[in-house]
């Protein structure tokens, strides 16, 4: 199949609202049912193989078998399923790989956050929106990704690059699974710094450390704050100061007093 073909095919998968909301929603239930892991709508635990259940299901109710043709014409099926920790903006992240040696085949993984979707239905309560849809439980939402995710795999296969910036994605995205948008508002770990800590960046804390208390400024919120302290040892910031670094957890900080 060539690349014209495929693209054809894709643009033909056409839903309207309620029939990708259904289709959804059967996959929503399935996914309950038959997980090890995902075991309710705000689910404690998920596996990689539980990606790899959703994109069955997935390429079965919403490409009827396309995606997993495309890739075993490829010689890339089954892709690579990975769950990060780490992915503090990012819901989710479609990479392709090929060595350079002639001839070597392209490689797929799709990456989802945990750490971003552990955060969001927890502790702060507010609506969470994703490529501009209301999604009620994390199971929804990582829905919501993964779909974002699985445009992605199926641009790079018809076109050998992929952008959710670009006017293709953005028609695929609204004819195949009723998107209205690309971005997410899931939790991040720079506002539970901010509602449930009151720590921002750029932000005067101390703490203590080796029996020691220090006073910095916060620098960057991962699921760590980073504290720059002003330190003469420290090493040369393109500020001119000196400074040593430290990674601490957020409850560790407090107002200097
Ligand atoms: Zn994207």
């Known amino acids: 199949m060539a690349g014209a073909d495929r693209l054809k095919r894709l643009l033909a998968l056409k839903h309207t609202d309620d029939e990708a909301l259904t289709k959804a929603r059967r996959i929503h239930r399935t996914a ?3 997980s090890p892991h995902v075991k309710s709508a705000n689910f404690e635990a998920i596996a990689p193989a539980d990606l790899a259940r959703l994109f069955a299901l997935y390429d079965a109710e919403f490409f009827g078998g396309l995606i997993e043709a495309m890739l075993r014409e490829d010689r890339a099926f089954p892709i690579g399923f990975r769950l990060s920790s780490r992915m503090t903006n990012a819901g989710g992240k479609t990479s392709r790989t090929r060595s350079r040696a002639p001839g070597s085949l392209a490689r797929y993984e799709i990456a989802i956050s945990t750490l971003l979707l552990f955060q969001t239905f927890s502790d702060i309560d507010r609506p969470v929106e994703v490529v501009g849809l209301i999604c009620v439980d994390r199971l929804e939402a990582l829905q919501r990704v993964f779909e974002h995710e699985l445009l992605h795999l199926a ?30 508002n899931l939790v991040t770990p720079r506002e539970i710094a901010a509602t449930n800590h009151a720590i921002r960046i750029g932000d005067q804390v101390a703490f203590d450390f080796d029996g020691q208390t220090h006073v910095g400024r916060v620098n960057r919120i991962t699921q760590r704050a980073t504290v720059l302290v002003e330190d003469p040892t420290g090493p040369l910031f393109s500020n001119g100061g000196r400074y040593k670094t430290f990674y601490i957890p957020l409850p560790m900080l407090r107002k200097p007093g």
């Open 155 to 184: 641009e790079f296969l018809a076109t050998d690059v992929s952008n959710c910036k670009g006017p293709l994605f953005q028609t695929l995205a609204r004819s195949i699974f009723g998107h209205k948008a690309v971005v997410h």
């Open 32 to 34: 309950i049912a038959t």
